[in-house]
């Protein structure tokens, strides 16, 4: 977005101070466009003047200034909207229908029990359950604050975008926050307009007002339309613009705040769990009926009636409370908050939540040289006058004539700017190509500032990645007319009818030179360098149009060119590329390289990347023009599509036809883009990656990822941590389900067989906070691991519950029913105890303990799924570590200090020994699991078939246990 917004650390306090004009003037004469307003106050110029900014150098842009200006109009700033607090958080969880039915019945059983045995002993139990309840309401609540503040930190970071101005006459990159009235700002194609303002100065200039205007309308900008509003995109041209209005009085500051504001939009992982969630309710609130009205039909006593129907249905309730699977929305959100943050630090801004597991699924990336290479260029190697030149720096080799033609091109035809300190230190800013010319410039004795002064643009036609090429026609000082175009080396070329011979004089260009320079081109691009061509041509200046609007729609001349110079710009492929293209490779992920460079060019660079393996792999269909491919028809482009390792000479539309085809391929495909010709390939694809440095505003607002440092290793980072929230979710499901259906069981056979149940209310939910919040907290927060890039991409279809996973839920859910169940009905007898209340407590109080050392070890278990040795890597997660060591604490003061509440009582040494040593088991038991061997069908198909062995299973044991 173009106006963002954050909190502002003070208030400003806004007067006009000693300007020329006030805040109130200049919001009403941009807001309403008030052109007679502006020329009132002497134009573009004449406003300069009242707000003290000079239009070619800018704001002198120093500290007292700068505050000086936001005083009198304010800050680029705008009160955002807040993260949900605390109390708005704590209100939400006590909405949850179980949670209010808990409290109610809290309420009742502590009336009850004061009724029955005094308010001295009679208010443990209700106030035990409040308290319970209370402190899950809590846990719950603090951690959606949580996700809540890093979700509102991280949308801050997406906001703070980078913004070129210009201040005491050189280019230099600021936030959008800092920006204020007064400052110049160059605009380009793909650039949003970061606050309200007006045109300094323009060409080809228009602007997509969708935003203001609601309407799909490119509006040309010139010096009788010279009003621009905040967050339009330049849809065309370039030129530089004063700002007038920033920050909430900008015509979209207004605005913005809802359109920043989150939309709760559920990821697609979200919603096939809320489906597995749902299920899984269905069933628990099936098992909590039976809890509730078996022992109600076996109750024969009236007297007793009341109080034991509270109990049973508070039991039953806590059923449903532990069985519906609520962590799994949190564990989805969790990972993923996670993982965005974590991807930050891996030069990584992930717009869109769903990206994040999206990632996990990706089988294709479709990327740009632009990622794989340094983005450092220089010119190496130059043919000029003809021939080679030896050194492309050495003035000496060049013609007069040459020299200043190739100087005044490079001059004039760009949007970038060479900024000469007064130490004499050399800035240069511009996209890459563009510095390589201008270092090539300074080094042949160019003069940026008295060439641009001494010529005068007429028209301009500016780079366009889809005719690349770009092109201007200045008048020079004695009133000649040029016209320069470069590009493309083989494009310009092919609009050459002639060209500079070594002593400056134009010759023809026959067809023995056309071979030559493109032979020369062949040579170059052999090598890995890209070729860049630049041309001129004269133009008689009666033929120029006089009057502006003629002007504006004039054609400049692109044939009969004179060519001046191919020049060879070298940029070296990044450090680690290779290792990055091999783990893709490694991962099942194909990396196709598209890119506008030639065919030789690119299958150069592919060869030093490791995109193809060897010079026999760079023949068809591995390497294609983008012509070649835009020639073919839709079925026969799906077949060759997933052939593709290369696509050289291609366009916009190419990369975009390339993704449609891979898509109906059965591929999941992310794409990299930098200019805003690339943003419908962005959007279409299942991935968009934008470049953070060299990408285009559209292009970023079109995309869900940001690669912040433009290197494609990052990309390969995004892959693992892709891969790494999914299977983090994988693993709390496979420990919640194991909780869940272990502590269901638990409580029904006992229930219906006796009418009592081992696990109490305060238990289970004391059980429900592990596994709902602290499970979710510890396992969807598992960093990613180089195993992860051992198998083949996620499928779309493939089931969230694996056969894998179903295996080892089956060992471990059977392994703690048997055995508490064996203790719940033979426990008093191995445990030699009697069959009072005390001595049924202390072996219900061993299966509670029993039980959550179980979940404590399992814990370790659900990490490592499909690996022996589960503690491999677990001293990364400290999290987990530290919510482990947390959970055990808390188990052991509850056991010891808090019996009256929580129904327990002191465990012996031995009993304690013996709860860890059931906890323990599952280790053991879970490697000799993973050698039974699992089918390839999803096991998903039969999940009736297995509810049904599960319950003839269940029944089977209540009889047995019961006799």
């Known amino acids: 977005a173009a106006i963002l917004f954050r909190e502002a650390a003070l208030s400003i306090k806004v007067s006009s101070g000693d300007f020329g004009i006030g805040q109130d003037q200049l919001v009403t004469m941009t807001g309403n466009n008030d052109f007679a307003t502006l020329e009132e106050h002497g134009g573009v110029g004449g406003l300069s003047i009242k707000l003290k900014t000079d239009l070619e150098k800018g704001i002198s842009g120093d500290d007292a200034d700068l505050q000086h200006r936001m005083q009198a109009f304010g800050s680029n700033t705008c009160p955002c909207k807040l993260p949900q607090s605390f109390l708005m958080s704590l209100w939400e969880a006590w909405q949850n229908l179980t949670i209010i039915i808990l409290i109610i019945a809290a309420i009742a059983s502590l009336a009850l029990g004061i009724k029955s045995e005094g308010i001295k002993e009679g208010w443990y139990d209700g106030c035990s359950i409040a308290f319970a309840v209370f402190l899950v309401i809590v846990v719950t609540a603090t951690s959606d604050f949580q996700h809540s503040l890093q979700f509102h930190n991280l949308n801050v970071k997406k906001q703070s975008i980078r913004i070129e101005v210009m201040r005491a006459g050189k280019r230099v990159e600021v936030s959008i926050f800092d920006l204020v009235v007064g400052d110049v700002v160059p605009l380009k194609t793909g650039d949003q307009v ?18 203001t205007t609601g309407e799909n309308k490119i509006v040309k900008k010139d010096s ?16 530089t613009m004063l700002l007038t209005v920033v920050g909430k009085n900008t015509e979209g500051g207004s605005e913005m705040a809802s359109i920043l504001e989150d939309t709760g939009e559920e990821t697609p992982l979200q919603v096939r769990l809320n489906s597995l969630a749902t299920f899984v309710g269905i069933v628990g609130l099936a098992v909590a009926l039976l809890v509730l009205l078996v022992p109600l039909i076996r109750k024969t006593s009236a007297g007793d009636a009341v109080e034991e129907v509270i109990k049973i249905v508070i039991v039953a309730v806590t059923i449903v409370v532990v069985a519906v699977p609520e962590g799994l929305p949190l564990a989805v959100s969790t990972a993923a908050a996670y993982s965005m943050w974590k991807m930050m630090s891996d030069k990584a801004l992930v717009r869109r939540l769903s990206a994040c597991e999206t ?71 511009g996209s890459p190509t563009e510095k390589a010319l201008f270092s090539w410039g300074v080094k042949l004795g160019m003069n940026f500032d008295d060439l641009r002064s001494q010529c005068k643009p007429l028209r301009v036609f500016p780079f366009d990645s889809e005719v690349k ?4 026609a200045l008048q020079l000082p004695d009133s000649q007319v040029h016209v320069h175009w470069k590009g493309a080396a083989e494009i310009i070329l092919g609009s050459c009818t002639e060209y500079l011979d070594v002593s400056g004089v134009c010759q023809k260009m026959d067809n023995n030179m056309a071979t030559y320079f493109k032979r020369a ?50 940029d070296s492929c990044r450090p680690g590329i290779k290792e990055a293209v091999k783990l893709c490779a490694r991962a099942g992920v194909k990396v196709c390289m598209v890119t506008g460079y030639n065919l030789e060019t690119a299958k150069a660079i592919a060869l030093e990347c490791g995109i193809l393996g060897s010079v026999a792999d760079a023949k068809e269909p591995n390497i294609i023009e983008g012509e070649a491919f835009r020639r073919l028809s839709e079925s026969e ?23 449609k085809a891979l898509q109906r391929g059965g591929h999941v495909v992310a794409v990299t883009g930098d200019v805003s010709n690339d943003a419908l390939a962005l959007k279409e694809a299942d991935i968009g990656l934008a470049m953070g440095i060299q990408g285009t505003e559209l292009a970023k607002e079109k995309s869900d990822i940001i690669i912040l440092d433009d290197d494609f290793a990052s990309i390969v980072k995004v892959v693992r941590w892709g891969r790494s929230v ?23 056979v006992p229930a219906t067989s006796s009418g009592n149940v081992p696990l109490n209310t305060v238990q289970l939910l004391w059980v429900n906070l592990i596994m709902d919040t602290f499970g979710a907290l510890a396992l969807a927060t598992e960093p990613p691991t180089d195993h992860q890039m051992d198998r083949t991409p996620i499928g779309r279809k493939e089931p969230l519950i694996t056969n894998i996973m179903w295996r080892n839920f089956a060992v471990q859910v059977i392994y703690q029913v048997t055995v508490l169940l064996i203790l719940n009905f033979k426990g008093l007898s191995i445990l030699h105890l009697g069959n009072n209340k005390i001595d049924i407590t202390e072996k219900n109080t061993l299966i509670f303990n029993a039980f959550v050392f179980c979940q404590l070890f399992n814990v370790f278990n659900a990490r490592k799924p499909d690996k022996l040795n589960i503690l491999c890597g677990v001293t990364k997660n400290r999290r987990l570590l530290v919510i482990v060591a947390v959970t055990l604490v808390l188990q052991v003061v509850i056991i010891i200090f ?19 040593i059931i906890g323990f088991i599952s280790w053991p038991l879970a490697v000799v699991g993973k050698f039974i061997p699992v089918g390839q069908n999803p096991l998903t198909k039969y999940s009736s078939t297995i509810c049904l062995l599960i319950l003839i299973i269940v029944v089977i044991s209540y009889k047995n246990l019961s006799d």
């Open 194 to 211: 970061p606050a309200d303002g007006v045109l300094i100065s323009g060409h080809s200039l228009a602007v997509d007002e969708f935003c």
């Open 224 to 239: 009788k339309c010279p009003f621009l509003k905040s967050g339009c995109i330049v849809a065309d041209g370039y030129g």
């Open 359 to 429: 990632m996990g699924t990706v089988t294709t990336i479709c990327t740009k040289t632009g990622t794989l290479t340094l983005n450092q260029m220089a010119v190496v190697d130059a043919y000029i006058g003809g021939q080679k030149v030896g050194s492309p720096n050495d003035r000496a080799l060049l013609s007069a004539t040459a020299e200043s033609l190739i100087k005044e091109g490079i001059a004039l035809n760009t949007i970038g700017s060479v900024f000469t300190s007064e130490g004499g230190e050399v800035e240069i800013s």
């Open 469 to 472: 090429r770009g092109g201007i």
């Open 521 to 570: 081109i062949s040579d170059m691009a052999a090598g890995s360098l890209r070729c860049v061509a630049v041309a001129y041509r004269s133009y008689e200046i009666d033929k120029v149009p006089i009057d502006e609007e003629s002007l504006a729609e004039w054609v400049i001349p692109e044939d009969e060119l004179v060519l001046l110079a191919i020049v060879g710009i070298e």
């Open 637 to 659: 482009r799906g077949i060759v599509a997933g052939e593709i390792s290369v696509m050289g000479s291609s366009y916009p539309n190419d990369k975009l036809l390339l993704v």
């Open 726 to 748: 999914y299977a983090n979710v994988q693993k709390f499901i496979l420990f919640q389900l194991t909780v869940n259906v272990g502590a269901i069981i638990i409580n029904f």
């Open 898 to 916: 808090l019996g009256k509440f929580t129904g327990t009582v002191r465990l012996s040494w031995q009993l304690w020994i013996t709860s860890i």
